[in-house]
């Protein structure tokens, strides 16, 4: 039995419940020859609360404040209500819970609904997730990403001319087909969730491979477009299903399958998407499920390439003028250098800029914890295979689509087909100075931040080398700080730059020729080495 309204207008809403009880302790039952058990939402003084009552009393201590409650759903008649301490409640400075029990699941539902919209016009935007998730006054989204953030992001994604920019990478749409079409048995009569669909096209691939239902999940209004491109092709639409939402709020009717997703940002993790991608993993796949794709490695190789150097180093000449319009600008030069240095460049890089062999991270999407990604801290370890100046840090990535029958890669690799990813550089504003077989170390450090995206640190190191070289330390140590929400997208394609003489082209690591077996993946340092017989050689 239901009374009132959910509106904070109409001061109450009633629910008669099943029983309800605190956690560890017995519980209050309503039945034929008890009291019933009633709860009750109410707005007195302003404040959303909700207390439980049998006949006219309140039961003492089952107080619930709406303001900082999080329900959770153990199952289809049963939930659990979660309520934070408050410094101003000193008999209970603890969070505590308190279970429910519905009489039938139509009620369950309707609890839910009520407990979402009294938040809403209590407190913020409230959410109902499903599946055990949370039910608080924010998204999981919401509480680490900044409002103008998403409102940008959504609104970039929601335009048909940047899906067209990632349409029209066909080294991206043409692997991912691929990787489904080649792996029609882990799709076949299965059931798979679409992590941001965005224009719909890999919802419609795994409908061609036999999905037995595909659910869209688009948070941006690309999904209406998706809605009409799936309709245009009714053969395949029929068997997708478009949820405009956030795949952190959204409900699913059932669990997936497979997971298909293209999360990949620049230097994979950019935009912060691969979050998101984890959480549709714990929330809505299977036990042993598989996703599309299930790992991600982070390359990284030293570079030197002058040209960039003097290139970023000139744009603050702008402000060494002493006489601009009767004003000295100097004052403002040092933080213009180190301004212009703050930004990673992305562009198609030469391979033969690299100084040594890459060496990789792995993330292994299957495995790893969202929280996992809030920081990322990469030793860097590298043996250089020429003398020269050391001006940066240069990454790329791939991602693994493992399916039942055949396993493909998907590389950003320089010198391999560019992607709209290209690939991405960190510029040191002071180089360092390496000769032939000299050990660089150093640390890649990225922290999220609530833009989605990173700052990263970066500091590279040259050892002493030659005689005495055990007695000698760190010779040079350069370090910077960069945003890799704020790039140089410079974009250039690769030069034809000369060879040293005693510089030689480093093979690529063309992650397609490398089988990756099981026992790999637990030792990430096999990944490390590109294989003698892998990639193209520049000629």
């Given at each position: ?12 809403l009633?629910?008669t ?19 019933p058990?009633i ?14 009552r ?9 107080n ?17 209500c979660?309520?934070e ?19 039938n ?11 979402e919209?009294?938040k809403?016009?209590?407190?913020v935007?409230?959410?109902h ?7 608080a ?15 940008m992001y ?27 079409i ?16 965005g ?10 491979a ?6 869209a ?23 997708i ?8 709020e ?16 620049t ?5 912060r ?5 984890i ?18 490695r982070?390359?990284?190789a ?18 060494q ?5 009767g ?17 990673p ?6 391979p ?7 060496m ?5 999407f299957?495995?790893?914890k969202?929280e ?7 030793p860097?370890?590298f ?18 689509f ?44 990225m922290?999220?931040h ?7 640190y970066?500091?590279l ?6 005689p005495?070289?055990e007695?000698?330390g ?11 929400k ?29 089988p ?10 096999l ?5 003698e017989?892998?990639?193209a050689?520049?000629?």
């Open positions: 039995m239901m009374e009132g309204s959910a509106g904070l207008k109409h001061k109450h009633e629910f419940l099943a029983a309800v009880s605190e956690l560890s302790s017995s519980s209050v039952s309503s039945s034929s020859s008890y009291t058990v709860a009750r939402f109410s707005a007195d003084g302003g404040v959303a609360e909700l207390r439980f049998q006949g006219s009393e309140f039961i003492d201590g089952f619930v404040d709406l303001g900082t409650a999080q329900l959770f759903k153990l199952g289809p008649v049963k939930s659990l979660v309520s301490s408050s410094e101003t409640n000193k008999e209970r400075p603890y969070s505590w819970g308190v279970t429910i029990e519905f009489r699941e139509e009620e369950s539902r309707d609890f839910h609904s009520a407990f919209q009294w809403e016009e209590d407190v935007q409230g959410t997730l499903p599946n055990g998730a949370i039910s006054s924010k998204s999981k989204f919401d509480n680490k990403i900044e409002p103008s953030s998403a409102k959504f609104h970039y994604y929601g335009q048909l001319l940047h899906q067209q920019n990632m349409l029209q990478d066909y080294v991206r749409t043409g692997t991912y087909y691929a990787a489904v080649e792996n029609r048995a882990d799709f076949t009569g299965h059931v798979v969730v679409d992590v941001g669909a224009s719909g096209i890999l919802s419609l691939f795994a409908a061609q036999g999905a037995k239902h595909v659910y999940v688009e948070a941006s209004e690309m999904a209406e477009y998706a809605r009409k491109l799936i309709a245009g092709n009714p053969t395949l639409g029929q068997r299903t478009v949820i405009k939402g956030k795949i952190e959204v409900e699913l009717p059932e669990k997936a399958d497979i997971l298909i997703s293209e999360p990949m940002g230097l994979l993790v950019n935009e998407m691969l979050e998101s991608y959480i549709a993993r714990d929330r809505f796949l299977v036990p042993n499920g598989k996703m599309f794709p299930s790992i991600g982070i390359h990284m030293p570079f030197s390439d002058e040209y960039l150097f003097v290139e970023i180093a000139n744009k603050a000449l702008f402000w003028q002493q006489n601009y319009y004003v000295d600008l100097t004052p403002l030069y040092g933080s213009a250098f180190q301004g212009y240095f703050s930004q460049v992305v562009d198609a890089f030469d033969r800029l690299l100084v040594s062999p890459p990789c991270h792995v993330i292994d299957t495995e790893v969202e996992d990604l809030y920081e990322i801290d990469i860097l370890k043996t250089a295979s020429v003398g020269t100046r050391v001006h940066g840090l240069a990454c790329w990535f791939d991602v693994l493992n399916g039942s029958t055949v396993q493909r890669w998907l590389t950003t690799a320089p010198g391999a087909p560019t992607t709209h990813w290209y690939q991405i550089r960190c510029v040191l504003s002071q180089p360092i100075y390496v000769m032939a077989g000299q050990e660089i170390t150093g640390r890649l450090h922290i999220a609530n833009a989605q995206s990173y700052t990263i970066l500091t190191s040259a050892k002493m080398w030659g005495g070289a007695q000698g760190i010779l040079q140590t350069s370090s910077c700080k960069l945003d890799l704020e790039p140089y997208y410079r974009m250039s394609q690769p030069q034809p730059y000369t060879l040293a003489q005693d510089q030689q082209p480093h093979q690529l690591l063309q992650a397609q020729d490398i990756i077996q099981a026992e790999d993946l637990e030792e990430p340092e990944l490390q080495q590109p294989s017989n892998s990639g050689q520049l000629q």
